[in-house]
């Protein structure tokens, strides 16, 4: 059974650095992309980065460029969304998703197949 399980998240203060984990059971990473997520209450979900399955290019939006990275690890099976110099507005649920297919889907939540259940990312002193 195909699933996506986001780990990692918690209070952290601004400035701070946090690291997100998305273990996937179920498919292998060479042949999804993997998109991060985040949704803030009374706000819709948007992506803030991707990472390619064939051969691990990233993509990073401009909410986040600079201060987030994104990587895996194929022998756990598992991506990282590496988060550093946050502010309170990254303050959201993170979540993470599989899109099937090779290159970067489109930023639409509707490129992609599965989802996680999200991990709750709090920035504030």
């Known amino acids: 059974q195909l699933q996506l399980v986001e780990s990692g998240g918690g209070l952290v203060q601004p400035g701070g650095s946090l690291r997100l984990s998305c273990a996937a059971s179920?498919?292998?990473?060479?042949?999804?992309?993997i998109g991060w997520f985040r949704q803030a209450p009374g706000k819709e979900r948007e992506e803030v980065s991707c990472i390619t399955g064939n051969n691990g290019d990233t993509y990073h939006y401009d909410n986040v460029k600079g201060r987030f990275t994104t990587s895996r690890d194929k022998a756990k099976n598992t991506v990282f969304l590496h988060m550093s110099s946050l502010k309170p507005e990254d303050t959201a649920v993170y979540y993470c998703a599989a899109s099937l297919g090779y290159g970067f889907p489109s930023e639409l939540t509707s490129s992609y197949d599965y989802w996680g259940q999200g991990t709750q990312v709090t920035v504030s002193s």
């Open positions: 179920g498919l292998a990473l060479d042949y999804y992309a």
